[in-house]
């Protein structure tokens, strides 16, 4: 069966750190991989996805990148953090149109930004 | 693109009293439509989904039922119970890319 590995799970970080969070996919290739933030008590914001190795689609601009080095692994980057950027990172996967467009979340990582 | 409203944004039942959540799309090409349970600081979890060949599904005490003319999809919680207090997010794909537009989410508490 297919998991879903998020790490770490929390960390508290000062403004202008650099910031990374990893994420794995076991048991299925070429999956989809999705980055999302939600921030206290708020909604699921898409920040980036991939449909393959270093294909990387941005959907807000902002001070956090990703990348995607392996077929399953996603990393998202940050050079200088900011206050904003805290909150409830989620990594996620779904699999082929063929297998449905389920998206599977990760255990999530909880940033906070002092 | 694809807009997913949820409404309301919050919902108090009292134990035992059935709940729906319901969900309009904006996107006629959306075929499918998942809804994902996520309780106080853990991830979102899919409890059912349905795609647009079918007009309802059911999973013991939940169900979801489509309305494709109406561009509009319910969750249904019968005898509701205090865990199921939770915030549900419905979504909405098109298809190929998988990428899925979440609603802002719904507050259930559920009174004991």
């Known amino acids: 069966s297919q998991t879903i590995h998020q790490w770490p799970a929390t960390l508290v970080q000062p403004v202008g750190s650099p910031l990374s969070l990893e994420c794995t996919v076991e048991g299925t290739s070429n999956p989809n991989l999705y980055w999302y933030r939600q921030a206290a008590g708020r909604g699921l914001q898409l920040l980036f996805y991939?449909?393959?190795?270093?294909?990387i689609s941005s959907e807000v601009p902002q001070n956090l990148s990703a990348s995607r080095p392996q077929d399953r692994q996603f990393i998202l980057s940050s050079k200088k953090l900011l206050l904003s950027d805290s909150g409830f990172y989620l990594c996620?996967?779904?699999?082929?149109?063929?297998?449905?467009?389920?998206?599977?979340f990760g255990e999530g990582s909880w940033l906070t930004v002092v | 693109g694809e807009n997913v409203e949820q409404h309301p944004s919050t919902l108090s039942v009292q134990e035992g009293d059935s709940a729906v959540i319901k969900c309009t799309y904006s996107?006629?090409?959306?075929?499918?439509f998942p809804w994902y349970k996520q309780e106080l600081g853990k991830r979102p979890q899919l409890i059912i989904d349905i795609r647009s060949n079918v007009g309802e599904k059911k999973d013991q005490r939940i169900a979801v039922t489509l309305n494709k003319t109406a561009k509009h999809f319910s969750l249904h919680i019968t005898e509701t119970q205090p865990e199921d207090s939770a915030v549900y997010f419905c979504a909405a794909s098109t298809g190929a890319n998988s990428k899925l537009t979440f609603g802002k989410g719904i507050t259930l508490s559920v009174r004991p």
């Open positions: 996620a996967w779904s699999g082929t149109v063929l297998s449905g467009n389920t998206i599977y």
């Open positions: 991939s449909v393959g190795i270093g294909q």
């Open positions: 996107d006629s090409a959306s075929n499918y």
